[in-house]
């Protein structure tokens, strides 16, 4: 049932995994791409979860703090309720994080641009200021020139005299000699930067909310902040079912701009449609190969890739994603994308996730055509293994190595690595060393070992362990001992060290045979004079 508590538990947690991920791969590139599937969510119901993520978010990344005051923007267009509760849970966070200098101009810096979005009011950024210079240390002054340099287009601008306030108490900081040289220095740096003019304050990129559009909240760093931390706890709904269809009413007219343009566009083809109808009334008939309309646009595509990236980023666990994924209904072509997504989703978490391996072993035991798709994947992946980032690179391999530890995938398909110094790059050999490490700490490294030497696969093993020449030979025994599994290549060290009996053998073989050959030859021609 769906209001049962253990459903809108599970739903709550999908939700607060989904706000994560969305907020862990946004920048200026795809945020324009990300903000309708965050509007996707219910933010009504998750928006603790969204203030407390973002919050987080621009902790450990301040780089991006412009791109989470853009979206932070765009949201409190639709929901104000939202971004009132972020500004006063930064005010609040600000008040908390006086003993921290790293947090508080982590803190600032976002306050400045919710001050550039004109999400914040301007005066908060004045009286901010004044407070950090009423008494000034070191370290007020340091932050106080950081939160300027980020603001200080904006407040040019909107309160000019404000700003020339500002900076007056600058000069006077500067008249007393009171504080070191460095802090001076970065005054004096402050007054160039208004002298050369501040850089714009929002970029073109992410000036995505028209200034009338914009809701601006009006909040002192004097006024009592309630926070509202039960909002970030699961707590059962009486009313879920219908909230949540609210929520979905909401949404469709938030998103309606597109759903609007996709019906004009409908009913433009709809009307070429007729047109063509009504001259093959007229005789003039149409052929075949003219009717057919093809979709270079890739429409049917990206929404087919956006609903699966969906389904398997909002899922509690692997077999809700697998019953939701096995449920969608593709065409003949369309598998691949499936194993495309999965693997992309995994590559892109930072670090790997078991439920991914789990996911895919659920499809290629359902379906022979995925573990099909994912051996071409394997292919795939192995042949632009060098375009890979290292952290993307260890979550596909680990990827490869559960199903291949879980046997979803066939092992013949390691007959794609070859193990050579000049068949492999710096990226292969990372690959490979994690794939194998991976493999050894699930089989164990006897059971690695044994089906590493099954007969009936050692075709499939050759390129893996070479027995063509010893110098690679010798790489592969290097290689695999280099990374803790020298277990694995006793029958490799034994063939290399009989390789010269065996060498000699064939020499030998190869000169009884010339031999025989030269005896036969010299028969022949006795004969031939004879004659």
């Known amino acids: 049932m769906e209001e049962s508590i253990e459903y809108q538990k599970k739903s709550w947690i999908a939700l607060k995994k989904s706000i994560n991920g969305f907020l862990n791969k946004i920048n200026k590139a795809n945020i324009k791409h ?3 599937e965050l509007f996707s969510e219910n933010l009504i119901r998750g928006r603790g979860l969204f203030c407390r993520s973002i919050m987080k978010s621009q902790l450990c990344s301040p780089v991006f703090t412009d791109v989470f005051a853009a979206l932070v923007a765009i949201i409190n267009t639709k929901f104000p309720q939202i971004g009132e509760l972020l500004c006063k849970r930064m005010i609040l966070q600000l008040q908390k994080a006086n003993n921290n200098k790293t947090h508080t101009l982590a803190t600032v810096k976002f306050i400045a641009h919710l001050v550039n979005q004109q999400v914040l009011h301007e005066l908060i950024a004045l009286e901010l200021v004044t407070l950090l210079l009423d008494k000034p240390t070191a370290d007020s002054v340091d932050v106080a020139v950081c939160f300027v340099k980020e603001c200080g287009s904006m407040l040019q601008d909107l309160c000019p005299l404000g700003l020339h306030g500002i900076f007056e108490r600058f000069r006077g900081i500067l008249h007393e000699g009171k504080i070191d040289k460095r802090v001076q220095f970065l005054i004096e740096d402050l007054f160039a930067l208004r002298k050369h003019k501040f850089p714009p304050a929002v970029t073109p990129e992410l000036d995505l909310v028209d200034q009338e559009d914009q809701l601006t909240h009006e909040i002192s760093l004097g006024d009592k902040v309630d926070p509202q931390i039960e909002l970030d706890i699961f707590n059962p709904d009486p009313n879920f079912v219908e ?15 597109s759903d609007d343009q996709e019906e004009e566009e409908e009913d433009d083809s709809e009307a070429e449609d007729e047109e063509e109808e009504e001259s093959d009334c007229l005789g003039n008939r149409a052929t075949p190969t003219q009717l057919r309309i093809e979709d270079e646009t890739e429409t ?3 929404n087919l890739r956006r609903t699966i990236y969906l389904t398997i980023m909002s899922s509690v666990d692997f077999e809700e994603a697998g019953h939701k994924l096995m449920k969608m209904k593709l065409e003949p072509g369309e598998e ?5 997504m999965l693997l992309e989703c995994c590559s892109q978490e930072r670090t790997y996730l078991k439920y991914y391996g789990l996911l895919g072993q659920r499809l290629c035991m359902i379906n022979k055509l995925h573990q099909k798709n994912f051996e071409e994947s394997f292919v795939q992946q192995y042949s632009m293994i060098h375009r890979l980032e290292t952290n993307k690179l260890r979550n596909v391999a680990k990827f490869f190595a559960h199903l291949l530890g879980t046997d979803a995938l066939p092992w013949h398909v390691l007959a794609y690595l070859r193990l050579t110094e000049e068949d492999t790059t710096s990226s292969s050999r990372i690959f490979i060393k994690i794939l194998f490490q991976e493999l050894s700490e699930q089989l164990g490294i006897r059971m ?14 050759e390129s893996i ?27 490799l060290r034994e063939y290399l060290k009989n390789m010269p009996r065996l060498i000699l053998k064939q020499d030998k073989r190869v000169s009884r045979s010339g031999e025989s050959d030269g005896e036969s030859d010299d028969h022949q021609r006795k004969r031939r004079r004879r004659s």
Do not use: H
């Open 243 to 257: 909230n949540e269809n609210k929520y979905e009413e909401l949404q469709k007219r938030i998103l309606g701009g």
């Open 465 to 491: 362990f070479p027995k063509d020449n010893p110098k690679n030979t010798r790489f592969a025994i290097n290689f695999f001992t280099s990374i803790g599994l020298g277990g694995i290549t006793e029958n």
């Open 34 to 36: 990300i903000v309708p």
């Open 300 to 302: 049917n595509l990206i």
């Open 336 to 340: 691949m994308e499936l194993c495309i």
């Open 448 to 461: 690695l070992n044994e089906r590493l030497t099954d007969p009936d696969m050692q075709e499939s093993f």
